[in-house]
């Protein structure tokens, strides 16, 4: 990331894109080849997802074009944020439940845009801009501080306003409140659980903790809760998906109330990830299935476990 992004820069928005998918799949293959820890991972959650045996060869195609599907995402990231909008909306493919964006910023009350680690996310923000909707991404800072400068600086590009936030800190909402009052639109990811303060639900058959905040978020201010998704399509254009508003209900207490519309939103986190598994960008034991399956020893037996997965791979 150091040395690639710098390079990526200068020439995603110049070359081919068929070329530059071709170079970022060398690329990443060649990063796989020797960075193989999430290998296993990603297996485990595929299997799952895909109800096949772990040694499928059918999760091995999946994972594979799981990491390509992420190398073109850096790809086109760093294309479309430095070249006209109208290159983007070239490659367009459907979209749909626009009318419930529509209903919701009709409403007044603010608009948050949920989404998860699944498709073009990122990009969201400029096909938003490009029909004039003034966007703000909520983020948990990158582990990698490389992956971090140059999302800030393509963000700056193109006008996306950005609320970092720390997810331990009891004020981190305070900008969120600050963006939706302004009229912003305000989109974050909410399938993942930075803080262990979120709530466990069934996903895919297993329990896995999901945040509740921005369900709070939306209880408190009224805004519309807007599932969105962006995906790649089968020839790499970007599909849109909005899906119906996630109603938060007042009856109940806050906790209730959050706790009935963060199952609403993690069942159309199951459906998304069933409908594009291999645009889940989830390098992690999701489930932690490897220490629940082994029980107490399962922390030795996952160091074994990787070593022969490795062994028993000729090729990622």
């Keep these: 990331m150091r040395r690639g992004f710098p390079l990526l820069v200068r020439i995603a928005p110049k070359l081919p894109r068929w070329f530059l998918f071709l170079g970022a799949r060398v690329i990443i293959s060649s990063v796989m080849l020797v960075y193989r820890a999430p290998l296993r991972a990603i297996d485990r959650n595929l299997a799952r997802i895909?109800?096949?045996p772990l040694s499928s060869r059918r999760v091995k195609q999946a994972r594979r074009r799981m990491i390509f599907n992420l190398a073109y995402y850096w790809v086109d990231l760093f294309r479309f944020c430095q070249r006209p909008i109208e290159d983007l909306q070239e490659l367009m493919g459907e979209v749909s439940g626009m009318e419930h964006l529509e209903a919701a910023v009709e409403r007044g009350k603010g608009v948050l845009l949920l989404t998860a680690h699944l498709g073009n996310w990122e990009l969201g923000g400029l096909l938003l801009k490009g029909i004039d909707l003034p966007v703000s991404v909520v983020y948990v800072r990158d582990q990698s501080p490389a992956a971090e400068e140059f999302r800030a600086f393509l963000r700056g590009l193109i006008g996306v306003g950005e609320i970092p936030i720390d997810p331990t800190s009891q004020l981190s909402s305070l900008p969120v409140l600050r963006a939706l009052s302004e009229g912003r639109v305000v989109a974050m990811q909410g399938d993942r659980d930075?803080?262990?303060?979120?709530?466990?639900?069934?996903?895919?058959?297993?329990?896995?903790p999901f945040p509740v905040g921005p369900m709070t978020l939306t209880r408190m201010t009224g805004a519309a809760l807007i599932p969105a998704f962006v995906t790649y399509d089968e020839q790499h254009r970007f599909d849109i998906t909005f899906g119906e508003a996630i109603e938060v209900a007042t009856g109940g207490t806050r906790q209730e109330d959050a706790r009935a519309a963060a199952r609403r939103w993690v069942e159309v986190v199951e459906r998304a990830v069933r409908r594009w598994p291999?645009?889940?960008?989830?390098f992690f034991d999701f489930w932690n299935q490897a220490e629940h399956d082994r029980g107490p020893a399962g922390a030795a037996d996952r160091v074994a476990d990787s070593?022969?997965?490795?062994?028993?791979?000729t090729a990622w």
């Excluded at 930075?194 to 896995?208: K, L, M, Q, V, Y």
């Excluded at 022969?308 to 791979?313: L, N």
């Design 50 to 52: 895909l109800g096949l």
């Design 194 to 208: 930075f803080n262990d303060r979120g709530i466990e639900f069934d996903f895919f058959g297993s329990p896995a």
């Design 278 to 282: 291999d645009q889940w960008y989830t």
């Design 307 to 313: 070593a022969a997965g490795e062994a028993e791979e």
